[in-house]
């Protein structure tokens, strides 16, 4: 361990760069020679295209070339189609919409990519593409997915007949509303949950240059590891991976949205070949509101039934999830894989039915976005255990405290078939009551009454589900001055992996940190079997990757010393950096520079100290981050303004690496979490699915102001089912918050009767509350 | 037209199109790329440079407004020695930053904000920083980060 070790709250070693102006983010590059792409985007929700006049375009200064889709299918680019592979309970099979690259006949939502221009420079391109002329038929459209599946709907697909992608369902429904309506109570809650931007601060930027000779595309592009891009957009243009080299410099945020393939990655790559010259293409944020994909937008519908004693006697769910108006590479997995598996977990609840409907609307299309589906089920549990509480005449963190998985039961089965390996959910509610000062709380709520305020305090229990997919490579090469090279198939975009992966390789070969380089997001060095960084997966898929393969580099070191030292390999011990053969010693040093001299080495050896593992994790091998936050407000009742004056954070993210980061990945989530209860709506016009939330002016990003200080703690709980114990942080914050936040503010909002409350909470709903009007 | 003015303690002439702006001068004329853009409504503060000692957002001013002015940037903060600014250093002391996107425009208006405020308090900090918008950090190192650079005692893991 030591002073540098896992469990170090180190600074990071990425930061003087970072600090200096020194980042290298893809805008950054500037290829000689290169052209400008302007994407002309569809300003209609729904539109039949029944001609394209692209001549003024075409003579307009600067302009070079315009492409519309036909250009592209020319050369055989593919639509983009989800994988997902799921089946409604009659075996009818999923609705699974083609997304082509530029419109094809007809868009289907607002900002949809009709056209690229390249010209000379960014303003020629955006100056050009206002010279399109596009003879359009409009066509009724629908925004919100629960109108969408009225019978009378605009169809977005009309192959499909109509707007449902999927109708799947797990459990048996009349078994469960039987269970609930002979329970002692039942509670019923509906909730909207709503639809979020992610913007990461970096807007998307694409660059490619095509290399004739080796008739080879390389595309440079922020992404959440370079692997999944590369196979993708190959895969669109109909190419080798090989034929595609993907770098990701350093990256400005991720939040799961960049770790999808987007379109414009693929007309980008295409274009460079096509004409030969490089292309670059940076969004502006009025255009990443419109094109990157969306997070959220759920509808859900529960029903709870509890016994006597206030235990879950069962739970009944529908979730209806919108798409957007193509189906995301992971669509109803949300739903289904990362929020359904989860809603069984905090709670030991035996009987469930849960049923998922995808619907297809004229809007952007929604994917992954911190937790992804993961929120969305910890907000819906968490709710109905605070109406559980009203209903059965017990405190809220009573009732939590009778239903949770206890430790003794782990490893527990899910409804859904999770194992959970461990966690002390009680525990991590204690902690944080008495961090909060719960018993405090009744004194600090007169005193705001005094004042004319409304006090609340609110409680965000859950458990999230960590380690996604289960493959990933890690490299480690030692070079001959005995500094170490890790090459990650995971991708830092923020995380700062540079500093603790180089804590992980400092245990096992106490390296001096500064001697451990990370390189990362090339695929030219990104070990092949390489996933990237998304599903809070990189301290467990990663750091095991780079346990294991320092474990491998030991291996071998030992025998190379054990050769210098002339002694039995079996007798050689290896301590603090040195190897010992009886009082013979030789540094780690020393070995690494014999590794890399063939002549020094034992017969046969291979030279080098180069060493890679492929971590196969076994299919109930996932971790579960859970914990509990405590939200305390205050609200203004004139006003029906907000103000945070407390916010308690208690996280299970298992053995901790380095608290710095892992406090920074809660406080994080956390602000995104708060940002979607108080603040963040994506809004259409239901009529027209016009988009009205367009930009920072309009879209209620969380500014330093908005958040409180997170007094953050942990609870740890190794996780069993990997050797370093450790569990995922990323999405904790984002799991937690919007009940923490709501709980409070619907207990504030008591003396008014009011039950639930939609996020974002925002001054008007809590003023309409207080007004006696509709929230 | 032709410009003069002052960048980093070094003097820069350069032609310009009227309508250039300063965030576009400095990143695609002078290649000082760590001045970034995150928005196009000068909502998000990523763009902060200094110009005649305070903070600006560089993507809402002409560069041919700027004859004669003295403009720092991020890269040009720290002392001629590579010594890093006292907000610099604070941001990793404080772990200020994970993507680093917003950074530049967060410590810029930091330098500004401990200028002006000695010992700085949370809520000053947290309302200073309304032009500024990160998505990583939840705010709460950058704003320790700031409010130890001013001289104000934070505790610290």
């Known amino acids: 361990m030591g002073q540098f070790g896992i469990g170090q709250p180190i600074r990071r070693k990425e930061d003087v760069r970072l600090v200096t102006g020194g980042g290298r983010y893809s805008d950054d590059i500037q290829l000689e020679n290169q052209l400008h792409i302007h994407f002309f985007r569809s300003p209609h929700a729904h539109a039949g295209i029944s001609g394209i006049d692209l001549s003024a375009a075409r003579e307009a200064p600067g302009v070079h070339h315009v492409f519309v889709h036909e250009d592209l299918a020319a050369d055989g680019v593919q639509d983009l189609m989800t994988d997902v592979d799921f089946s409604d309970r009659d075996g009818t099979k999923i609705r699974r919409s083609r997304r082509p690259v530029l419109a094809r006949e007809r868009v289907r939502f607002v900002g949809e990519p009709v056209v690229m221009v390249i010209a000379e420079t960014r303003e020629q391109a955006r100056a050009a593409a206002d010279l399109i002329q596009i003879e359009w038929e409009e066509l009724p459209a629908v925004a919100s997915s629960v109108a969408a599946l009225a019978p009378d709907a605009p169809v977005v697909w009309p192959e499909f007949d109509n707007n449902l992608g999927l109708h799947w369902e797990l459990g048996d429904k009349d078994e469960i509303d039987a269970i609930i309506a002979g329970s002692a109570k039942s509670v019923t809650i509906d909730i909207v949950n709503n639809r979020l931007i992610p913007n990461p601060m970096e807007p998307r930027v694409a660059l490619a240059e095509y290399d004739a000779a080796s008739d080879r595309i390389t595309l440079y592009a922020p992404t959440q590891g370079v692997r999944g891009p590369q196979a993708g957009v190959a895969r669109l243009l109909g190419i080798k991976k090989e034929q595609l080299r993907v770098i990701s410099p350093d990256t400005g945020g991720g939040f799961g949205i960049r770790g999808k393939l987007y379109l414009e990655l693929v007309a980008v790559a295409w274009a460079a070949r ?74 030991d609840i035996e009987k469930f039915y849960f049923s998922v409907k995808t619907v297809y609307t004229n809007t952007v ?26 209903a059965c005449g017990l405190a809220r963190d009573e009732i939590r405290r009778r239903n949770f998985i206890a430790p003794a039961k782990m490893p527990y089965r899910t409804q859904m078939g999770l194992l959970i390996d461990s966690g002390d959910f009680a525990g991590s509610l204690d902690m944080a009551l008495k961090e909060a000062d719960y018993a405090g709380f009744p004194a600090r709520r007169k005193e705001s009454e005094a004042r004319g305020k409304l006090r609340g305090f609110g409680i965000g229990s859950f458990v999230e589900q960590s380690g996604g997919r289960p493959v990933e490579e890690m490299r480690v090469r030692i070079e001959a001055d005995g500094s170490a090279s890790i090459f990650s198939g995971t991708f830092s975009h923020g995380q700062g992996h540079d500093t603790a992966y180089a804590q992980i390789l400092h245990d096992h070969l106490n390296l001096p940190l500064e001697q451990v380089k990370l390189i990362q997001g090339d695929t ?30 030991v291996v071998k070191a030992t025998r190379i010393a054990g050769h210098l030292l002339q002694s039995d390999p079996e007798q050689v011990r290896f301590d603090e950096g040195v190897f010992h053969a009886g009082h013979a010693t030789v540094t780690f040093k020393e070995v690494a520079k014999a590794a890399h001299d063939p002549a020094r080495l034992p017969e046969g050896m291979a030279p080098g100290l180069d060493e890679n593992w492929v971590y196969n994790r076994h299919a109930d091998h996932f971790n579960f981050p859970n914990g509990c936050h405590i939200c305390e407000l205050e609200i203004d009742p004139d006003l029906g303004t907000v103000e945070i004056l407390r916010y308690t954070a208690v996280d299970d993210c298992g ?20 940002g979607q209860a108080m603040l963040e709506n994506t809004v259409y016009e239901e009529e027209t699915a016009q988009f009205l939330s367009g930009s920072f002016v309009d879209y209620g990003m969380p500014r330093a102001h908005h958040m409180a200080h997170i007094a953050a703690y942990f609870n740890v709980v190794p996780c069993k089912t990997n050797e370093l114990g450790v569990k995922g942080a990323g999405e904790a914050g984002a799991c937690a918050a919007p009940s923490a936040f709501v709980g409070a ?19 008007e ?5 207080i007004a006696g009007q509709a929230a | ?38 928005c196009d409504t000068t909502q998000c503060g990523c763009c902060i440079v200094h110009v005649d000692g305070h903070a600006v957002k560089s993507c809402t001013v002409f560069v041919a407004q700027l004859g004669g002015a003295d403009i720092v940037t991020i890269e040009g903060l720290a002392g001629p020695d590579g010594q890093l600014h006292p907000v610099q250093a604070a941001f990793q ?25 000695p010992c700085a308090d949370e809520k000053t900090v947290r309302h200073e920083l309304e032009g500024n918008l990160c998505r990583c950090t939840g705010y709460q190192g950058i704003v320790e980060a700031i409010m130890h650079a001013s001289g104000t005692k934070v505790e610290t893991h």
């Not at chain 1, 920074?664 to 995104?672: I, K, L, N, R, W």
Request: neutral net charge; charged residues 20%; hydrophobic residues 35%.
């Open chain 1, 365 to 390: 299309s929604t994917d992954t976005y911190r937790g992804a589906g993961r929120p969305e089920a910890n907000f819906l549990l968490e709710r109905l255990m605070d109406l559980g509480a009203e």
């Open chain 2, 93 to 117: 002391e404080f772990h200020g930053l994970q993507c680093g996107f917003c950074t530049p425009g967060m410590v810029m208006m930091g330098a500004d904000i401990v200028k002006r405020h």
């Open chain 1, 655 to 674: 053995t901790v690496l380095n608290p710095l980061l892992v406090h920074g990945q809660v406080y994080g989530g956390v602000a995104q979490g708060l």
């Open chain 1, 524 to 553: 030219d060095t990104t070990p092949a079997q390489g996933v990237g960084t998304f599903g809070s997966r990189s301290s467990m898929m990663g750091g095991v990757g780079i346990k294991r393969t320092a474990e491998q580099i």
């Open chain 1, 274 to 347: 096509k004409i030969g010259r490089p292309v670059k293409w940076l969004s502006t944020r009025s255009e990443t509101f419109v094109s990157d994909y969306h997070g959220r937008d759920q509808v859900n519908h529960a029903v709870m039934g509890f016994d006597e004693t206030g235990r879950i006697t069962a739970l009944h769910a529908e979730t209806i999830l919108n798409v957007g108006a193509y189906m995301g590479e992971n669509g109803p997995r949300l739903p289904i894989d990362g929020g359904g598996r989860i809603i069984p977990c905090s709670y």
């Open chain 2, 1 to 38: 037209m032709k410009v003069s003015l002052t960048v980093n303690g070094a003097a820069v002439e350069r032609d310009v199109e009227p309508n250039t702006l300063l965030a576009e001068f400095l990143r695609e004329n002078l290649r000082l790329t760590g001045t970034h853009v995150g």
């Open chain 1, 765 to 769: 709903r809590i003023w309409r509350v």
């Open chain 1, 745 to 763: 503010v619907v207990d504030a909002l008591k003396p008014y009767g009011v039950s639930h409350i939609d996020m974002p909470v925002t001054p």
